[in-house]
Antibody, heavy 122, light 107 residues
Framework: EVQLVESGGGLVQPGGSLRLSCAAS????????MNWVRQAPGKGLEWVSY????????YYADSVKGRFTISRDNAKNSLYLQMNSLRDEDTAVYYC???????????????WGQGTLVTVSS | EIVLTQSPGTLSLSPGERATLSCRAS???????LAWYQQNPGQAPRLLIY???SRATGIPDRFSGSGSGTDFTLTISRLEPEDFAVYYC????????FGGGTKVEIK
């Protein structure tokens, strides 16, 4: 059974940093591209970042470019999101999601984690 | 960037009724690279449809997707209690964007 479990969320002050993790199991993690998608309270879905299976191709939404860094450790079946210079508008539930695309092309997301809440507030 | 506009914002229907949800793109979505997701309160999104009309694994056949170009539709033939949720479309033909969602609520 495919499982994605996020962790690392919490309350952080504006300008602070946080590192999210996503532990994957039930599939060959190193064969799939992965994404982070977020959802502000009561709002819709916003794609945040993409990383290819071998980490060679990385994309970011303009809203987080230069502040967030996506990475992965295939030996540990884990995906990460380092978030720096956090702003109030980064408050959201952050989901990791498995991508069915390949070769640097994002497709649709067939499995999602349960999400981890990040609250940016003073 | 392709902007996806979903309508209506809220759909009020009774169990057993048919639901028709619309997703309109600001530009043509290449190769019908459009997906639909269902999200229940407090839960993660679940993939329903990809490639505009292909059902994901385990999705009941009361869910169907259609359309091409700029106009896409998700149809739920007979609403079950668990189908009252928010539905999002997503295009992956040119980068990636989500629609704003349609809430299907019990009338």
């Amino acid at each position: 059974e495919v499982q994605l479990v996020e962790s690392g969320g919490g309350l952080v002050q504006p300008g602070g940093s946080l590192r999210l993790s996503c532990a994957a199991s039930g599939f060959t993690f190193s064969s799939y591209s992965m994404n982070w998608v977020r959802q502000a309270p009561g709002k819709g879905l916003e794609w945040v970042s993409y990383i290819s299976s071998g980490s060679s191709i990385i994309y970011y939404a303009d809203s987080v470019k230069g502040r967030f860094t996506i990475s992965r450790d295939n030996a540990k079946n884990s995906l990460y999101l380092q978030m720096n210079s956090l702003r109030d508008e980064d408050t959201a539930v952050y989901y990791c999601a498995r991508d069915r695309g390949f070769g640097g092309i994002t497709y649709y997301f067939d499995y999602w984690g349960q999400g981890t809440l990040v609250t940016v507030s003073s | 960037e392709i902007v996806l506009t979903q309508s209506p914002g809220t759909l009020s229907l009774s169990p057993g009724e048919r639901a028709t949800l619309s997703c309109r793109a600001s530009q043509s979505v290449s190769s019908s690279y459009l997906a639909w997701y269902q999200q229940n309160p407090g839960q993660a999104p679940r993939l329903l449809i990809y490639g505009a009309s292909s059902r994901a694994t385990g999705i009941p056949d009361r869910f169907s997707g259609s359309g091409s170009g700029t106009d896409f539709t998700l149809t739920i033939s007979r609403l079950e209690p668990e189908d009252f949720a928010v539905y999002y479309c997503q295009q992956y033909g040119s980068s990636l964007t989500f629609g704003g969602g349609t809430k299907v609520e019990i009338k």
